[in-house]
């Protein structure tokens, strides 16, 4: 699933992907927050399960197991978050499409390679890059042996993959 955001200006901007089992809204019913609005839109197959707020605000309030494992999640989605926003205020064009790709690949690789079956326009929601700039950072990526492609699939093996985390260690801490 991807949350999706359409607040600024009108532009969509992907800021997470989901790719296992996830509870949402339960950092909105922990902090108490009456509303909150993004949307969320599946991109595989997905089973969802629906509990009212009272039950599942009931059970974290009497199970301190299940109230520690969803602090931990939500401190742990939150400093992602916060790591990730200010890697993409620093990093621009072929560079911000660098990281993304790392991203990507670690949560899709298959083997030793991730396919990206991706437009451009989805692309563009997920860096906040326009459209042109992607285009022109992935030709740069593939000239510079970042990413091959087929067709309209972009390819990334496991070796351009640890090339581009060495590209982009010197900006950011890796651990």
């Not at 992935?138 to 067709?151: H, N």
């Not at 496991?158 to 260690?169: D, N, P, R, S, V």
Request: proline share 2%; charged share 25%; glycine share 4%.
């Amino acid at each position: 699933m991807r949350a999706i955001d359409y607040r600024f200006f009108g532009i969509a901007y992907d800021y997470m992907w989901f790719y296992s089992i996830k509870v949402f809204g339960a950092m909105e019913t922990l902090l108490n927050i009456e509303r909150y609005k993004t949307t969320l839109m599946t991109v595989t197959p997905c089973t969802l399960i629906t509990i009212p707020k009272g039950n599942f605000e009931k059970w974290m309030m009497n199970d301190i197991h299940a109230m520690r494992m969803e602090m931990e999640s939500i401190g742990n989605y939150l400093l992602e978050q916060a790591r990730k926003e200010r890697v993409f205020l620093f990093l621009q064009g072929a560079d911000r499409l660098t990281y993304l790709f790392t991203q990507i690949y670690e949560q899709n690789r298959e083997r030793d390679k991730c396919i990206l079956s991706i437009t451009r326009k989805d692309l563009s929601e997920r860096s906040g890059l326009s459209i042109k700039t992607i285009n022109r950072s992935v030709k740069t990526m593939e000239e510079k042996g970042y990413v091959s492609r087929l067709g309209h699939k972009i390819i990334i093996t496991t070796q351009q993959y640890h090339i581009m985390k060495a590209y982009l260690a010197p900006y950011m801490d890796q651990t």
